[in-house]
């Protein structure tokens, strides 16, 4: 019986969550008709949060201290979940851009949304459409906005902080902006990598101080910051995340 109640709660907060995208969707794609951007970002933002509390999740938010008002800079953030998106968007107090694989696109709706949103896709199979995103995430920084990159590259199967790629350093080189870490935990617990179901559950979101650059950082400077961050990322996980090269 309790799981019969279950599988009836999991489809109709489902059921709501997908009505729910296909109208910000809609709105969204309205929006990017007429050219009003900065309604795009209001909008994705109470979608986020109106998804999560239809899905039962709860988020606990530290260091918004870390933020100062009116800078653009780059967010680190280790990925473990589809809700990780809902989740930075709902949670961080700012203008920011994710870059996504370009296969999100396909997903009819909230994908037609994405492709016609401010955010930056990219396939990542391809060096030249690699750059180009990163291009564009400099020209988006260069006007006061801030780019969201999960720098491992993928969701993590089992919730563990894998190594980092190359891209949002690449980017804080070119930009000089600096580097926000940001530790997500929990969200694994809420749908799994290989899970086509959501959980309610409860995520804490950890914002960590900044990590300055500067334009044009050497290869070894570069690598040095991407090791900096990745550690720092991995300290506040729970023992279960944390990376195994770091333990």
């Avoid at 109640?5 to 794609?29: E, Q």
Wanted: charged fraction near 20%; include cysteine.
């Amino acid at each position: 019986m309790k799981d019969l109640v279950s599988n009836i709660v999991f489809y109709i907060r489902a059921f709501l969550i997908v009505i729910a995208t296909i109208l910000y969707s809609l709105v969204a794609l309205l929006l990017s008709l007429i050219g009003i951007r900065t309604a795009y970002f209001f909008c994705s933002k109470n979608w986020s949060s109106f998804m999560l509390k239809l899905a039962g999740v709860t988020i606990h938010v530290h260091g918004l201290e870390h933020l100062y008002p009116m800078q653009s800079r780059i967010y680190v953030v280790n990925h473990t979940s589809y809700f990780d998106i809902p989740i930075v968007l709902a949670s961080i107090p700012d203008t920011i851009r994710f870059m996504y694989r370009k296969n999100l696109e396909r997903i009819p709706f909230f994908g037609w949304g994405l492709a016609s949103s401010p955010f930056i896709g990219i396939q990542r199979e391809k060096a030249r459409d690699a750059m180009k995103g990163i291009d564009e995430a400099v020209k988006s920084i260069s006007i006061g906005e801030s780019v969201v990159i999960f720098a491992e590259g993928t969701r993590s199967k089992d919730g563990k902080l894998a190594a980092f790629k190359r891209g949002a350093f690449l980017l804080a080189s070119r930009s000089g902006k600096q580097i926000i870490p940001i530790a997500l935990a929990g969200a694994h617990t809420i749908m799994p990598k290989e899970s086509k179901r959501f959980y309610p559950g409860e995520v804490t979101l950890t914002v960590l101080p900044p990590f300055e650059t500067m334009k044009n950082m050497d290869k070894e400077y570069e690598l040095q910051l991407q090791d900096n961050v990745h550690s720092a990322i991995n300290a506040v996980l729970p023992i279960e995340m944390k990376s195994l090269k770091n333990t």
